[in-house]
């Protein structure tokens, strides 16, 4: 069976639970992995038989994308700032909104000399600053085994230096163990456990909730105790870089102000309020 056959088959399947576009996408990321040909390559040799491996490789792929299994899970593998990262269902999927979050840093004006990541699943956060902010020495913690085994992968195979350490962020008694930084970010559980219906079904399902989800009574619980940790552990132009829940950024802003900060609602391209950027005004 050519490349061609193969990638037509695979998209009419893919039709049948995803709309036309996001099909030929899916079916263009399976023929890339197993072939390594990107779309024009595709193209360029699509009379070219392929192996019983690759065809039966991607006949399993199909299998499990048919069950809604997120294209990014069955290759384990997700595109974030041009590399590609490992991903398993013990980390999120890199999103492309937290690319945004990582230009804020990256532009900013401040000498940049330590930066604390809190909850890196994939790692996708440091290893990007790493890669874009060579000489800052950059921390990241997750509560998570799981992830922080993923995470370690990725730094190996994009070749930075990160330091990994599991802990729990929530419990104050940890934070004794780690120093002060010039930037503090975090990309937290924000979803409320009601906004569940709103989700899609594919996300809920295999996606980490401990990194999806949050008490409704207690939603900004991570956001008041990275904004107590500040308080202590930003050097004095510090700043606090958080991707938040866009339904509660007037709240999430008045938690910031009411622990002495200065902060900032940003919005992402498709103009939601996403991001908070935050610095000390009273210590």
Known sequence: MTIQET???????LKNIYDTDEANNIADLVIEHVTGYKKLGRITHKQLVLTEQQIHAIDTFKSALLQNKPVQYVLQEAWFYEMKFYVNEHVLIPRPETEELIELIIKTNNPISNILDIGTGSGCIPITLKKKIPHTTIVTIDVSEDALVVAKKNAAELNVEIELNQLNFLDETNWNELGIFDIIVSNPPYIKQSEIINMQPNVVANEPHIALFVADDDALVFYRKIAAFGKTHLTIN???????NEALGN???SLFEEFGYRAELKKDMQGKNRMIVADVINR
């Open 7 to 13: 990638y037509h088959l695979l998209q009419e399947a």
């Open 238 to 244: 510090g700043k606090i870089f958080v991707e938040i």
């Open 251 to 253: 709240e999430t802003i």
